[in-house]
């Protein structure tokens, strides 16, 4: 019945509404406690010394009319909470207290991320497409901050951590590279285009999370026709932010100019007699194991804005070589 329906989801709305105000209490009284520590700390002489002291006595304290969620360990993220969240950087003129979006266990997530940008990025983006626990986690263990700065230029850093990523231009939904640890295909593992795409379809839903914002998924393997001749686009999408297809081309081994001319080939049939006037030019993703960047800029014209070729890895990436990157990056 109709009337059953309409009941249970005005109860679920009301359940998560409570989840939420009882979630942003919790995580405002943890800022508080630590807030409070720190501010005992301050008046004690031998400050380092005298706040493990009063943490151990708070822990002994709480621990015995409030249970195990009072150890050291947590008191000492709650301080370190408050260190990371002062008042005067995240407080209105009104409250006394910052208005906190995400639960205390992301929180604690993003307490062990040291540089304050990166941190605020993963906050934000967090907050903005609600993501979970583990999303949070796969999106930092991807480097995904690291990934798209290496995109960007200092200005566009700091807009990373100030409004997190912003999906404006063609450019903004691409990156290089894509990573596809959740696959699970071995490094040096053999494995054909074909079996690249079905453990995508497989894993859609993560795949669709590492792509970004704005992607839903339309096809596999969709076929376009013209003077009696077949072809077979491997992933059609679509971004609702940039209103445009996606069409993404998997190769396995280097990047081939003729990889690039064939993709330019399904955007323009897309743009041709798929697309819809108000929507915006396709954009075409040759997602390859590596790639010439002299390849690619002599083969794509210089005002390239539709085609892109960007490589994957089946491993997360390690954060100092990426961290090395955009160091030159950002000398250039």
Known sequence: MQIISDISHILRQ??????RSINQAMVQAYWRVGRRIVEEEQQGEAKAAYGKGIIKSLSAALQQEFGKGFSVDNLENM????????????????????EFQLSWSHYQVLLRIENKEERAFYEIEAAQNNWSLRELKRQFDSALYLRLALSTDKAGLRKLSQEGQVIQSPQDAVKDPYILEFLRLKEQYRYTE??????????????????????????????????????????????????????IDLKIGDLKHQDLGQMQMYVNYYDRFVKLEEENKTIGIVLCQDKSETLVEITL???????????????????EELQHLLTLHLKK
């Open 14 to 19: 009301a359940q998560q509404s409570v989840y």
């Open 79 to 98: 301080r370190r909470f408050y260190l990371a969240y002062p008042i005067s950087e995240t407080a209105s003129r009104i409250s006394e207290t910052p």
């Open 194 to 247: 074909n079996d690249l795409e079905n453990a995508l379809i497989d894993k859609l839903e993560h795949f669709l999370l590492e792509l970004g914002k704005g992607f839903t998924f339309v096809a596999r393997q969709k076929r376009i026709s013209f003077d009696e001749r077949h072809f077979y686009i491997d992933l059609v999408f679509y971004n609702r932010l940039l209103r445009c297809f996606v069409l």
């Open 301 to 319: 014209p210089e005002d390239n804005q539709q085609i892109f070729a960007s490589r994957y890895q089946t491993v997360l990436p390690s954060k």
